[in-house]
């Protein structure tokens, strides 16, 4: 029984070929980091988030699964301790840190 929905196209059929524009705009606002932080703050995070390989930025897209909140903490920690100065570096990660005490907590049940 043939499928009606294929159609056999001719080689020697004109068809027009359309370009469409791809932009890649990165992985940086999917994250839950780039929405807490606004400004020169953000600009300095996100610079620091560009220079993580394609692989970690597309899993910090993720949200972290109960038990890899500490993981994730530790290593913003440890990559905005050596790019920042030490108040863009302190206010991130109070940011940081106070958003991932809130959604686990409210995982838990607690809020």
């Not at 560009?50 to 920690?77: C, M, N, V, Y």
């Amino acid at each position: 029984m043939e499928n009606p929905k294929i159609i056999d196209l001719d080689e020697t059929q004109v068809r027009e070929l359309y370009h469409i524009p791809v932009v890649h705009i990165g992985c940086w606002t999917f994250t839950m980091e780039a929405c807490l932080l606004e400004g020169e703050l953000g600009k300095a995070v996100r610079s620091v988030f560009a220079a993580f390989p394609e692989a970690i930025q597309r899993a910090l897209t993720f949200s972290p699964k109960s038990g890899e909140w500490t993981d994730r903490a530790k290593l913003w920690q440890t990559v905005l301790k050596l790019a920042l100065s030490p108040k863009q570096y302190h206010a991130a990660m109070q940011k940081f840190l106070a958003h991932y005490a809130r959604v686990v907590r409210k995982r838990q049940g607690k809020l």
